[in-house]
């Protein structure tokens, strides 16, 4: 059975570019508290996973839906989402990088920054938005 273009492997420069473009969607879209944590070398369901909160349903579904349809259109690639219709937590999987959208309360409660920090925290990256910088 053939790859799905979500799951196609691909070399480490297109998953550089993939993890780019979602990082710069996040920040044109305002995401707030985004965090990139590698996951090369410690598992492999994915090189890079970010994480983010919009400040409320509407502006994580908005995220979610620009970021795949970006996905799709520069990269080829047909992500899956799942939690779009509640747009407490989206989970949009591109391959080699998962991104966690969440609502700020929601995002608190799970701590998947805890759960995926293996310990060795200074891995993960608090990439700065526009505004902070």
């Given at each position: 059975?053939?790859?799905?273009?979500?799951?196609?492997?691909?070399?480490?420069?297109?998953?550089?570019?993939?993890?780019?473009?979602?990082?710069?969607?996040?920040?044109?879209?305002?995401?707030?508290?985004?965090?990139?944590?590698?996951?090369?070398?410690?598992?492999?369901?994915?090189?890079?996973?970010?994480?983010?909160?919009?400040?409320?349903?509407?502006?994580?579904?908005?995220?979610?839906?620009?970021?795949?349809?970006?996905?799709?259109?520069?990269?080829?690639?047909i992500p899956r989402i799942e939690?779009?219709?509640?747009?407490?937590?989206?989970?949009?999987?591109?391959?080699?990088?998962?991104?966690?959208?969440?609502?700020?309360?929601?995002?608190?409660?799970?701590?998947l920054e805890r759960m995926w920090?293996?310990?060795?925290?200074?891995?993960?990256?608090?990439?700065?938005?526009?505004?902070q910088a």
């Amino acid at each position: 059975m053939p790859a799905s273009p979500a799951v196609r492997p691909s070399d480490p420069a297109e998953a550089e570019a993939l993890h780019r473009l979602v990082l710069q969607s996040l920040d044109d879209d305002q995401a707030v508290e985004t965090v990139s944590i590698p996951l090369a070398g410690k598992t492999s369901i994915a090189d890079h996973m970010v994480i983010a909160s919009g400040r409320s349903t509407r502006q994580v579904a908005s995220m979610a839906q620009k970021l795949s349809e970006k996905i799709k259109a520069e990269c080829g690639r047909i992500p899956r989402i799942e939690g779009l219709p509640a747009a407490d937590w989206v989970l949009i999987d591109a391959g080699d990088v998962i991104v966690h959208l969440f609502r700020p309360e929601v995002r608190s409660f799970y701590n998947l920054e805890r759960m995926w920090a293996f310990g060795d925290a200074p891995d993960a990256t608090v990439v700065p938005s526009a505004g902070q910088a």
